[in-house]
């Protein structure tokens, strides 16, 4: 990397937006992003330039797909339309919408010289220099149906004037879930797997590509095929994936270096394996002054085409990075939620859903009767080990005199043993809890809190006929719980 400009003294002004805690307290983060809201990292008027992005985070017990759920989108000069808007794992090289659970076991880590994540796979950085004239806007929208726990950010940049040869930043996500193998001979590379097109004049500075290979042959004989200003052949032509990754000869084990390197390859129990590249075109872009397409192809041989169903087809998807001389004018929205989701493999670790009856699985049916709802990092106690970090949570809804019932699957039909755990601090004198057409059980908040933090409050017994039974809620102000537990009696 070039440290020649660290040297320059110029008259730029050092800025950062932050997740600071506005009372001068130590609850530095935004404390739940509920689907479809969006939180503002950064607006702010220009000249400047977006220097280091960092951010954290934590999800709720049950899911497992925030990485993908959770989207970046940076908008420059005013433009209506995202110059970037990409799944936040996939922008950080944490693809596949695998649970983050599965990234932490693994001590994933990724050491790019313009996107790092440290020992913790929530460590994410980006140094990709984002200049702008005008203005700058970078938000992260919660795209899928849970709430985020909490969001810790930085956005440093500085303002100042900016060359004018200075391209603005941008980012793409695609994904194809069934992808067939091409025929061997192809030399136009219209059937290729996109990564990027787009019009203007800029370069092309690299990314990520994910693959979710379905058995285990080798698929990376595909060749790369870049055409630069709308040539009908490729400009630029490859030797095949792992030559484009600069790689050789396949690999056998994750790495990463500064420009290039595969930090995953993560097998699977049916033979499959999910595996991460990324190629950063730092020291060399690929120019463009109308039009780019970059593509690549999916080879693999006949033997993974001939499963009944099209089971042997793979799954592609990319992120690509490049500058150019103006905001893109369209693109096509991600989809929601589990419309963005790639094909799911049963038995990954760390993929398990919340039980039915834990507490953050109420959220969405809360969300459902139009209540406003919000999830609550609550800690209880001395909090000592990360591994409890992970599984802790509360929903806390705001029923204002109302009396909701909550539909609940605890799994099959029986007869059950109820019972709930409230949180004092968020529970209004009038706070309810029963089962229909049983007796409410209305504890004191002082009562609570003499008993202690893990005290569970008994509501009887139900018959859960079909699977399925019902927890009525009341309160003239906000109800929280901790914990919910079905004990199956029969």
Known sequence: MDLAHLAR??????????SWDRTGGNNDNISDLAPGATQVLLDTGGPGRVTHLW?????????????????LRMYWEGSAVPSVEVPLGDFFGLGHALPP??????????????????SNERSFNCYWPMPFRRHARIELCNNGERSLRSLYFHVDHELGPQDPDLGLFHAVFRQERELASQPWMNLDGKDNYVLLETEGRGH????????????????GEGDDMIFIDRDPMPTINGTGTEDYFCNAWGFAKPFTYPWYGVPLIEKRPDGGAFH??????????????????????????????SFDGGAGANGFASTAFWYQER?????????????????????????????PL????????????GLEVATVFWVPGWLQEQEWLRTKGGVRVRLDGRRV??????????????????IPHWCHATARFALPGGQPAAPRAETLRRQGDAAYVALGEVVAEDGAFALELASDGWIALQGLRAVRLD
Request: charged residues 25%.
């Open 9 to 18: 003294i110029t008259s730029a002004r050092s800025r950062r937006s932050s």
């Open 358 to 369: 834990d507490v953050p699985a109420l959220e969405v049916p809360l969300r459902a009767l």
């Open 55 to 71: 951010l954290t985070y934590f999800e709720y017990p049950g899911h497992t797909t925030a990485l993908r759920d959770l989207v």
């Open 405 to 422: 019932q909550v539909p609940l699957r605890p799994g099959r039909p029986g007869r059950y043993r109820v019972e709930v755990q409230p």
């Open 327 to 355: 905001p893109i004018a369209g693109r096509a929205p991600l989809p929601a939620g589990a419309a963005n989701h790639p094909r799911r493999h049963p038995g990954i670790e760390g993929d398990e859903p919340a039980p």
């Open 204 to 219: 092309y500075v690299g990314g990520f590509l994910y693959v979710d290979s379905r058995t285990p042959g080798w698929y």
């Open 101 to 118: 659970y599965l990234y932490y076991k693994r001590d994933f880590h990724l050491t790019a010289a313009p996107i790092t994540v440290g």
């Open 276 to 305: 991460t590249w990324y190629r950063f075109h730092g020291p060399d872009p690929v120019r463009f002054e109308r039009h780019i397409r970059v593509t690549i192809e999916h080879q693999w041989g006949d033997a993974i085409d």
